[in-house]
């Protein structure tokens, strides 16, 4: 029971470059999250998915698009890379009936 | 718009010492949640407090919550090095949905 899973772990990209994050939890959770984490700084979300086939924004969408592929998988994606996108990324899970939000192990993005 | 501050944003203080971090915010929410997060680490939940009046307590850490003067607090009895970490509380911004709002974090230190 891996809880949930973030790929890659680093990724340094070039100004302009494309990719994609991957999340995935085995919790049953219907609910995921994509937060950023900047220096210094608390999380703010990104997106958010209550459930399969259903994404909306949080605080801070501009730049980002998401997937909710599935239960299980949540993907956020970078079309156009910039400076400003250098943070951590934290995806997150919560079942229907709990409060806690249980934390992937964050990938680290580089943007140059 | 939802802000949510905590104080102090940075902590060192001596073994056996007590001290409490405060979080405050800003628009009526009755759901709070205590994060702990070590260097380079995920979030990890410390304590989810539901209703006004809710006080939590784990080890050398109690939190309470009164929603009437929309603050929490995190209190620190005879603190040891282990509780070494950066401290953040988060509020709802939409009650249900767990569209999470996060102070900027209490960063502790504790010296032996």
């Known amino acids: 029971n891996a809880g949930v899973t973030q790929t890659p772990k680093f990724q340094v990209l070039k100004t302009g470059q494309s990719m994609t994050l991957q999340c995935a939890q085995d919790?049953?959770?219907?609910?995921m999250y994509w937060y950023r984490q900047d220096p210094g700084m608390g999380l703010r979300l990104i997106y958010y998915?209550?459930?399969?086939?259903?994404?909306d924004k949080g605080e801070v969408p501009n730049g980002y698009n998401v997937s909710r592929l599935n239960k299980r998988e949540f993907s956020l994606r970078l079309e156009s890379a910039a400076p400003s996108q250098t943070s951590v990324y934290f995806c997150?899970?919560?079942?229907?009936?709990?409060?806690?939000?249980?934390f992937g192990p964050g990938t680290r993005l580089t943007v140059t | 718009e939802l802000k949510v501050e905590q104080n102090p944003l940075f902590l060192s203080m001596q073994e056996g010492k007590n001290y409490t971090i405060y979080c405050n915010y800003s628009t009526t929410s009755d759901r709070l949640y205590w994060y702990r997060q070590d260097p380079g680490k995920s979030l990890e939940s410390l304590f989810v407090l539901l209703s006004n009046g809710a006080v939590k307590q784990e080890g050398r850490l109690m939190a309470s919550l009164d929603t009437k003067a929309r603050l929490s607090t995190l209190h620190i009895t005879a603190a040891v090095h282990d509780l070494s970490a950066t401290y953040f509380c988060a509020v709802d911004l939409i009650q249900g949905a767990q569209k999470l709002v996060f102070g900027q974090g209490t960063r502790l230190t504790i010296n032996p």
């Open positions: 997150a899970t919560t079942g229907w009936g709990t409060y806690e939000q249980y």
């Open positions: 919790m049953n959770h219907n609910s």
């Open positions: 998915s209550a459930s399969e086939g259903t994404t």
